[in-house]
């Protein structure tokens, strides 16, 4: 419920799906988690399928796709790191979409980055490496993976738009978009590893 939360909060989001395999996380989070405060949006639609399914109904509709899955080997998580659901995404989206993909912790699992850089790169023209912090997790550092069909999260990116939001903002600002994707040199080499294979 957090992302949904998040993504609600920008007036431009016309509708929100939240597509979750399973209806007892739903349920549990209504239950349990203030962050899903936005499952009775009307802009929210709650989705229980599984994604990797879900998303192949869908041709050039969604101008967003947040990956927030469970780990790549936690029962149906899998499903949501193969070459055939980046494709589905990739066909799912506008022309300007865009795709952000959970793809790991670069700390102790360093190898899922690769094997879905290397897939998501094989479908989309512009596939970037970016980095967050979240405490709850092992090492507290992880990875996501930007790509689409030809908008660059740096070059293109609208820092008057940014500016307007920051008021409204604890963390997020243009400074930190553009960080986020710096990367150690240890993550720099491996990406160009996988680009060279």
Not at 34 to 44: H, I, L, M
Not at 174 to 183: D, G, K
């Amino acid at each position: 419920g957090g992302t949904l939360r998040e993504v609600l909060r920008h007036e431009s989001v016309k509708k929100a799906i939240l597509c979750e395999i399973d209806p007892a996380v739903v349920e549990a989070a209504r239950k349990y988690l203030s962050t899903s405060v936005e499952f009775d949006n009307p802009k929210a639609e709650i989705i229980t399928e599984n994604a990797a399914e879900f998303v192949k109904n869908f041709k050039d509709e969604f101008d967003v796709i947040i990956v927030d899955s469970t780990d790549p080997t936690a029962g149906e998580g899998g499903h949501l790191f193969t070459k055939e659901f980046y494709r589905s995404c990739y066909e799912a989206m506008t022309e300007n979409g865009v795709l952000s993909a959970q793809t790991e912790d670069p700390v102790y699992d360093l190898n899922w980055l690769k094997i879905a850089y290397k897939r998501i790169s094989s479908v989309f023209p512009v596939t970037k490496v970016y980095q967050g912090f979240m405490p709850t997790y092992p090492s507290g550092y992880w990875l996501y993976t930007f790509a689409s069909k030809g908008v660059d999260p740096i070059k293109n990116l609208r820092k008057e738009s940014v500016d307007k939001m920051i008021p409204s903002l604890k963390y997020y600002n243009s400074e930190v978009h553009l960080a986020s994707f710096a990367l150690p040199n240890f993550l720099l080499r491996e990406i160009e590893r996988m680009k060279d294979s």
